[in-house]
């Protein structure tokens, strides 16, 4: 669930007969998690190019019906479509939704003869990397060791 979709319900949750589960975010958490996401990116886009990567992150601050990455980047003939997340807790969600955004996005670039669509999960002092190669809701969890090495993914 998006941050947009928590402050729709929290608009509606005045309306007769409708509940909210759960609490309602405060304007300075709703603050730290956007800049969580926003410094992991930024930090995936650092660590990309240090293995050289040319990578740059897709600013959108809200979620949109384009099909764009937060990061993607390029080495040698391989496009990289990166959506990331960050947590401090032990697991991060991905939509089949977000999932789905990856491959549209790689199928619009036909010059590229490698292209990988690829979840990150970043979580206090560690990334978890996870290729996927289906439409499907995923879960990444903090103790997993993810399935792929960003150093390996073109080799060359």
């Known amino acids: 669930?998006?941050?947009?979709?928590?402050?729709?319900?929290?608009?509606?949750?005045?309306?007769k007969g409708q509940r909210r589960k759960g609490r309602r975010l405060t304007s300075k958490e709703s603050k730290n998690i956007k800049r969580r996401g926003y410094d992991a990116e930024r930090s995936l886009v650092r660590k990309l190019r240090s293995l050289g990567f040319k990578a740059v992150r897709v600013p959108s601050s809200a979620p949109s019906s384009e099909p764009l990455p937060d990061v993607f980047a390029t080495l040698d003939d391989g496009l990289l479509a990166v959506e990331?997340?960050?947590?401090?807790?032990?697991?991060?969600?991905?939509?089949s939704n977000q999932v789905?955004?990856?491959?549209?996005?790689?199928?619009?670039?036909?010059?590229?003869?490698?292209?990988?669509a690829l979840l990150a999960g970043k979580f206090p002092y560690k990334w978890v990397f996870k290729q996927v190669k289906e439409i499907d809701d995923y879960v990444l969890h903090r103790n997993e060791s993810g399935n792929l090495r960003l150093k390996h993914l073109f080799k060359r």
């Open 1 to 15: 669930m998006s941050l947009r979709d928590l402050a729709l319900k929290n608009k509606d949750e005045g309306k």
């Open 84 to 95: 990331v997340k960050a947590s401090t807790g032990d697991r991060v969600y991905f939509s």
């Open 100 to 116: 789905k955004k990856l491959f549209e996005f790689l199928e619009i670039f036909s010059t590229y003869n490698k292209k990988v």
